[in-house]
């Protein structure tokens, strides 16, 4: 069944649960065939489904708008518009982004490792499937992609559950992707929609639908997330916020400072890579503060910063305690000056998330020492954090950026849809009593 329709599937509100349970062991079903496909033919899924988004584009559009203009008349924020806005491009680099999910390899059945014990037993850790991964998400629509092309590759089966702001867009895409499983002999229900707004149905999938969902990954904001890693009795794949720091250290190239803290800053606002906070080292504000301020307020960022910061420019305003806490996901960002390294590294550990955090230096003992010591799922040296992008590290696309420490850290993409087994080869060995 390609795509749950919502009319007949939820006649009224107390069908909820029964709908649920239906999604779930469907997913479950949908696993094993899943498991078992080759190669080859989870592939020629992928790329049906990139030609099916791609001639259902239009629709999509369509249904975009109609999204856009109700997230509008509701007064959402222009971060949250900007997620959710689809044009010709972006459509076109979501098929893409399936497409090249398709190109990876196969992360289903590697040797992970191999060795012989003593008693003459064989013994392999090989790479399998999860399950079912159960995604829920805001406003951005191309998550539905994403997520059901990375699940999809690994051999997993999916449950999207898309946020209220995103809905319409998100049915389109997810009615192509299980046309496009349905076309290259795959279970259809291996990708799955959620058809209701209704937030109880977050609640359910959290529960782990009895026992249909393996793993949980929430894509949205702090109070979705707060929820999911509260509530969920299912593994959860989750990062809290993307507070992020620029730290330009000395031995930094103003010129280079400039382009990536922009880059960093301002590419996209409301991206989880966004940087948030400007940390300049004492060793260089005398030539770097003041140009470095300049260039972002001329960008249209709003400039919060300490006594040092203020003192360049009369626009910035007065920073306070909860700033540095803050990820903004607007064009604003907190700035101040830290006096060495070892200061930099002790206020991301205080004020950040263990997201993604840059140092920007010539300095490479510095850089060492910055990319050892921050712990971050994602540290660069003289790159910009919004790089902190599971294409941009070749993954093809990602279902999130985890920043916990079980599993998988960093871009979640198909290595880590996976988990392991082991296979035990003998020629009759049993264990003394």
């Given at each position: ?10 006649a ?22 899943m ?11 992928l790329?049906?489904?990139a ?5 259902s584009?239009?629709e ?21 518009i ?8 972006r459509v076109?680099?979501?098929?893409e982004?399936?497409a ?8 289903v ?6 060795f ?23 406003s951005?629509p ?17 449950i999207?559950?898309?946020g ?5 867009t998100?049915?389109v ?15 259809a ?7 209701t707004r ?12 009895d ?19 509260a ?8 990062h ?19 382009t990536?803290?922009?880059?960093s800053?301002?590419?996209r606002?409301g991206?989880c890579g966004?940087?948030?906070t ?16 300049a ?8 400039v ?12 910035v305003?007065?920073a306070?305690?909860?700033d ?10 907190s ?15 205080t ?6 955090d840059?140092?920007?230096?010539e300095?490479?003992d ?11 799922a ?6 910009s954090?919004?790089f ?13 950026i ?32």
């Amino acid at each position: 069944m390609p795509v749950l329709n919502l009319r007949s599937e939820l006649a009224d509100a107390d069908d909820l649960p029964a709908l649920m349970a239906r999604i779930g062991h469907r997913a479950r079903a949908a696993t094993r065939g899943m498991a078992l496909a080759s190669a080859q033919t989870k592939d020629v899924a992928l790329r049906t489904i990139a030609e099916r988004i791609r001639a259902s584009a239009a629709e999509i559009l369509r249904e975009n708008a109609r999204d856009v203009s109700a997230a509008k008349s509701a007064g959402q924020s222009n971060a949250i518009i900007d997620r959710l806005t689809l044009d010709e491009r972006r459509v076109a680099g979501i098929a893409e982004a399936v497409a090249q999910v398709g190109a990876l390899p196969d992360p289903v059945g590697r040797q992970l490792a191999a060795f012989e014990r003593p008693n003459g037993l064989m013994i392999e850790r090989i790479a399998v499937p999860l399950g079912v991964v159960g995604v829920i998400f805001e406003s951005r629509p191309n998550v539905t992609a994403d997520a059901g092309a990375l699940c999809l590759k690994a051999g997993n089966a999916a449950i999207l559950r898309a946020g209220s702001d995103s809905h319409r867009t998100a049915t389109v895409i997810a009615r192509a992707m299980s046309e496009g499983l349905a076309q290259a002999g795959l279970p259809a229900d291996a990708i799955q929609l959620v058809p209701t707004r209704d937030r109880a149905a977050v609640g359910l999938m959290l529960s782990g639908l009895d026992g249909c969902i393996d793993i949980i990954v929430p894509r949205g904001g702090r109070s979705l997330v707060e929820r999911v890693q509260a509530e969920a009795r299912v593994p959860v794949f989750a990062h809290l916020d993307g507070i992020n720091h620029v730290y330009v250290a000395e031995g930094a190239d103003l010129d280079m400072a400039r382009t990536l803290l922009l880059n960093s800053k301002m590419r996209r606002t409301g991206v989880c890579g966004a940087a948030e906070t400007l940390l300049v080292d004492k060793a260089v504000a005398e030539t770097h503060l003041k140009p470095l301020v300049a260039a972002l307020l001329e960008s249209g960022c709003a400039v919060r910063g300490d006594e040092a910061v203020r003192a360049v420019d009369p626009r910035v305003t007065a920073a306070d305690e909860a700033d540095w806490h803050t990820e903004y996901l607007d064009a604003i960002i907190s700035a101040r000056v830290i006096d060495g390294l070892d200061a930099a590294i002790e206020h991301i550990e205080t004020y950040g998330s263990h997201h993604t955090d840059c140092i920007v230096t010539e300095d490479s003992d510095a850089a060492t020492r910055f990319l050892a010591e921050v712990d971050s799922a994602i540290v660069t040296h003289n790159a910009s954090t919004q790089f902190a992008d599971g294409g941009e590290f070749g993954f093809g696309a990602e279902i999130g950026i985890a920043t916990g420490r079980m599993h998988a850290r960093g871009p979640v993409g198909v290595e880590q849809l996976t988990t392991f087994k082991y296979r035990v080869h003998g020629n009759g060995q049993t264990r003394p009593v």
